[in-house]
């Protein structure tokens, strides 16, 4: 039996957050993917809290976008069971990235810490490793940063004795770092001017978050509502 009146209103709302699910679910996906690049070229690989997350973000999006088809499927052929899937499903995922979220503020200072760990354990493959040079380059030259916690790091680099990388310096050319003149470059460390970046842009993760939630919560209710309105209409018959 079709819904009517105001459950129509209802269904169309629904169809919409299917369509915002399936875009947070993507979104998901490619902050996950992009997370996990970069700890990849960041830190040393292994089962740490702070490699877990990105792989929680990937599996919550693909889980996301697979309920979004559920209650797809569900509003479309007004069936009881598949809308009520979705509404559990939905529920659950809600629950993973509360969790996800909680774990992230716990593990903060840990993730910091391995950061600091993994950057000065680079530094000292950075003379005889050539992707390891690039990716701190890239860094210190991103981020007008030079060593871990400044530039005096370097000085404990074996071969790096008087000298720092190229891409500490202000003004960046070939072997610039060589007898370098501190007023030339930059010497805060990279660590901390990271852990700022990422301190000033929590909030902007923290808003996309929180508008996620509530747009799950709503879905939640519409879902409900569908469902009681399928139920009524097969006591009806």
């Known amino acids: 039996m079709a819904v009517e009146g105001g459950m129509k209103c209802v269904k169309f709302l629904l169809y919409v957050l299917l369509l915002a ?4 679910a993507v979104g998901l996906i490619a902050v996950g993917v992009a997370t996990q690049l970069v700890l990849n070229q960041t830190m040393t690989r292994g089962a740490t809290p702070s490699f877990l997350l990105p792989v929680v973000i990937i599996a919550v999006g693909a889980f996301l976008f697979l309920v979004a ?9 007004e069936n009881y069971c598949l809308m009520i899937t979705f509404a559990i499903f939905l529920s659950l995922i809600m629950l993973v990235e509360v969790a996800a979220a909680i774990a992230g503020y716990v593990f903060r200072d840990k993730v910091r810490s391995e950061f600091n760990k993994d950057f000065r354990q680079q530094m000292k493959n950075y003379p005889k490793a050539n992707e390891t040079a690039s990716i701190l380059d890239k860094m210190q030259k991103d981020f007008k940063c030079c060593g871990a916690a400044n530039y005096t790091d370097w000085e404990k680099i074996p071969t790096m004795a008087s000298r720092v990388p ?7 050319t070939n072997n610039c770092g ?11 460390g990279c660590v901390e001017k990271i852990a700022a970046w990422l301190r000033k ?3 902007v993760v923290a ?4 508008g996620i939630a509530f747009v799950e919560i709503l879905g939640i209710v519409l879902a409900c509502c569908l469902v009681k309105s399928i139920r009524s209409g097969y006591e009806v018959m």
């Open 21 to 24: 699910f399936c875009a947070c």
């Open 69 to 77: 088809f559920v209650g797809c499927c569900g509003a479309c052929k």
């Open 166 to 172: 190229d891409s500490c310096c202000v003004n960046i």
């Open 178 to 188: 060589v007898h370098f003149v501190v007023k030339d470059i930059h010497t805060e």
């Open 201 to 203: 842009n929590v909030l």
């Open 207 to 210: 808003a996309a978050a929180l």
